[in-house]
């Protein structure tokens, strides 16, 4: 006898202003299994890595837009079968936090119904140029029932955790394939 455990597949998508540090967040995260993808039609790219946890294996397929987003909005192909999407804002830039209002639009747009959204604060390395505090952050993303969590790619704080927490997310009967 033997227990055959099946693997999930999640697509997370990658969203907010240029330069906030949306592909440096990817990059920390997977750079153990660095794979990368190149979908040429829509200009985007994605890398997988998979997290192990309580005993379920989760394969990430995690898009990045690859500088898309300076045209204010992507491609709905970007969002076809994302099972979540994280908002990056930059913790000492506020107009990358105001800007997160707009991409929460676009989700409800163009993003599939009832996807996870995260909202992260990266930079959080640079305490003394920070402009956007954590409380008010934390006050929109309960609004707006999303995960919270301030990251900074250069110290690799708070972003397992964040892919963590999206997992914690997952629908008990998620099927574990894009859909
Ligand atoms: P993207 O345009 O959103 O993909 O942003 P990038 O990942 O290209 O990052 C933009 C700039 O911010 C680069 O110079 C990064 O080195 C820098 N950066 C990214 N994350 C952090 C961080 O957590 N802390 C600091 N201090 N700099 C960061």
Known sequence: MYEVTSVKEVKVC???????????????????????G?????????????????QQTVKFQIW?????ERYRALAPMYYRGASAA???????KRDTFDAVKGWVRELANYGPK????????NKSDL???REVTKKEAAQ???????????TSAKNDSGIK???????????????????
């Open 86 to 92: 994280i908002i990056v804002y930059d913790v000492t």
């Open 38 to 54: 190149l979908e040429m039609t829509i200009g985007a790219s994605f890398m997988t890595k998979t997290l192990v946890v309580d």
């Open 14 to 36: 990658l969203l907010g202003e240029s330069g906030v540090g949306k592909s440096s967040i990817v990059l920390r995260f997977v750079s153990d299994t660095f794979k990368q």
């Open 64 to 68: 990045d837009t690859a500088g898309q």
């Open 127 to 129: 305490e003394d140029l």
């Open 114 to 121: 009832d996807i996870i959204i995260a909202l992260a604060g």
């Open 140 to 150: 929109y993303a309960e609004q707006i029932q999303a995960i919270f969590i301030e």
């Open 161 to 179: 955790e964040l892919f963590t927490r999206i997992i914690s997310r997952l629908p008990a009967d998620f099927s574990g394939k894009p859909k």
